[in-house]
């Protein structure tokens, strides 16, 4: 009776576990001195753990561990080339693509919802009512009702598809003003003429 999880297969060593996680997350080959670092170990250890993982991915795996560029990287086998490129194309054509406008938008109502379009407009300086189409079109805001008062204009709101676009578990876990006052380099706003594109 198999109990690891592997299915007949040996569970890698925990640093080898620990490697293999590193790997899967970089986007940039990984040298084995940096491997002992984050892994508290030793540049011996982690080849061992790299010998380990490679023996692994050798057949019957969609992935592969490469030393490439002075480093290591985990690729997908040559072997899933056709599916791999099938995806690309297919995630590619679905991209969430948004002009800067778009993104000026999308900030206004994350940090002041619910907000209203007159609201928005009076921060931006220019008319958004094309680009909140397009925010709507995509999903990112969703109307939340109406404000009471002249007019009951629509207030808007950011989604669940905002939060997961942005690796956000919640809202509130936006950066606050000030810290991105401290982050960012102060951006001259340019007029784009009231254009939203």
Partial sequence: ????????????????RAVEAVLFVAVQPVGVKELASVTGSTEEVVAGALEEIKERYRDCHGLRLLNIAGGWSMATSPEQEEVVTLFRDVALSQRVRLSKAALETLAVVAYS??????????????????????LLGHGLIKVAGRR??????????????????????????????????????????????????
């Fill in 1 to 16: 009776m198999v109990t690891s999880g592997y299915r007949g297969e040996n569970p890698l060593s925990p640093i080898a």
């Fill in 113 to 134: 919802q619910p907000t209203t379009r007159s609201e928005i407009e009076e921060i931006r300086g220019v008319r958004s009512e094309r680009v909140l189409d397009t």
């Fill in 148 to 197: 009471k008062g002249s007019g009951t204009p629509l207030l808007y709101r950011t989604t669940d598809s905002f939060l997961s676009l942005f690796g956000l578990n919640s809202i509130s876990d936006l950066p606050t003003l000030e810290e991105m006052q401290d982050i960012l380099p102060v951006d001259e706003m340019s007029d784009d003429g009231g254009r939203d594109i």
